[in-house]
């Protein structure tokens, strides 16, 4: 028996097309949690890692921010004694004399607070993509207050 008014073709017709509507309805969140999926999947081009060795060197400091800005001057860094610690000799344009320690991470370095010279200075550098350049922050303090600089280091 089909229902009033349809016959045997109509009503095949008609259940077939409510059978495609159906795997239509589940077909469509299907391929959005799929998605889901392969977004929250594992960066195609993950950040890279540096070690100690790949800071040491001759840099050119550009500070574009800060008391003294612009203003451009060559920084040396040197290794320390330890796996990631670093010396750097003329930051702030004080001169080659002026040396602060600092420890290498595997995508910048950290200036832990320290006072040479009579300046207390602390600071974070990070890398992007390439090595160079590195965006440097560093804050000094001569007494009268905290100055902050913002700065670029580049090869």
Same mark, same amino acid.
């Given at each position: ?44 081009? %993950? ?9 040491? *060197? !001759?840099?050119?400091?550009?500070? /574009?921010?800060? @008391? ?43 200036? %832990? ?9 602390? *600071? !974070?550098?990070?890398?992007?993509? /390439?090595?160079? @350049? ?22």
């Amino acid at each position: 028996y089909y229902p009033i008014g349809l016959g045997k073709t109509q009503c095949r017709a008609r259940s077939s097309s409510t059978v495609a509507m159906k795997y239509r309805a589940l077909a469509i969140p299907l391929l959005f949690s799929l998605s889901l999926l392969t977004a929250c999947g594992e960066e195609d081009n %993950p950040q890279k890692s540096y070690s100690r060795n790949d800071y040491l *060197g !001759t840099w050119t400091c550009t500070e /574009e921010s800060g @008391p003294n800005a612009p203003q451009l001057y060559s920084v040396e860094i040197t290794a320390g004694s330890g796996a990631n610690d670093l010396f750097i000799a003329g930051l702030a344009n004080q001169g080659q004399g002026f040396v602060l320690q600092a420890e290498a991470l595997s995508q910048g370095f950290n200036i %832990p607070l320290q006072t040479v010279d009579g300046l207390s200075v602390t *600071g !974070t550098a990070v890398t992007g993509d /390439e090595l160079s @350049p590195i965006d440097l922050l560093f804050d000094l303090n001569d007494g009268s207050g905290v100055q902050t600089t913002e700065a670029r280091l580049a090869r």
